[in-house]
Nanobody, 124 residues
Framework: VQLQAFGGGLVQAGGSLRLSCRASGRPSSYYVMGWFRQAPGKEREFVAAIIRNGGRTYFADSVKGRFTISGDNAKNTVYLLMNSLKPEDTAVYYC??????????????????WGQGTQVTVSS
């Protein structure tokens, strides 16, 4: 599975962005896709995840109510819609995928496939 993330950019606080992550290779083989982010000087942290079959979603507390994750299986693409953005949302956002459940959806170790990252900058 190869992942390509895009859609980042510069936005003012309170604005919105939609990130996309397109899977290629054998995209139907993935079980879960997630988004993580990494701000300068900080560890990569979980943002959201979606289960391919059934569409169950998970969110970090810091983004609940503001971010939405969705998937289009026909397009092998997962979206992260980010509303009410805050300066603290500034980070490089990475999409990730995994073929099997590895005990958690929230840890970087639970994913073997990663996209290249896309920068999101929220100005105050």
């Amino acid at each position: 599975v190869q992942l390509q993330a895009f859609g980042g950019g510069l936005v003012q606080a309170g604005g919105s962005l939609r990130l996309s992550c397109r899977a290629s290779g054998r995209p139907s083989s993935y079980y879960v896709m997630g988004w993580f982010r990494q701000a300068p000087g900080k560890e990569r942290e979980f943002v959201a995840a979606i289960i391919r079959n059934g569409g169950r979603t998970y969110f970090a507390d810091s983004v609940k109510g503001r971010f939405t994750i969705s998937g289009d299986n026909a397009k092998n693409t997962v979206y992260l819609l980010m509303n009410s953005l805050k300066p603290e949302d500034t980070a490089v956002y990475y999409c990730a995928a995994e073929k099997y459940y590895r005990g958690s959806y929230f840890n970087t170790d639970s994913y073997n496939y990663w996209g290249q990252g896309t920068q999101v900058t929220v100005s105050s």
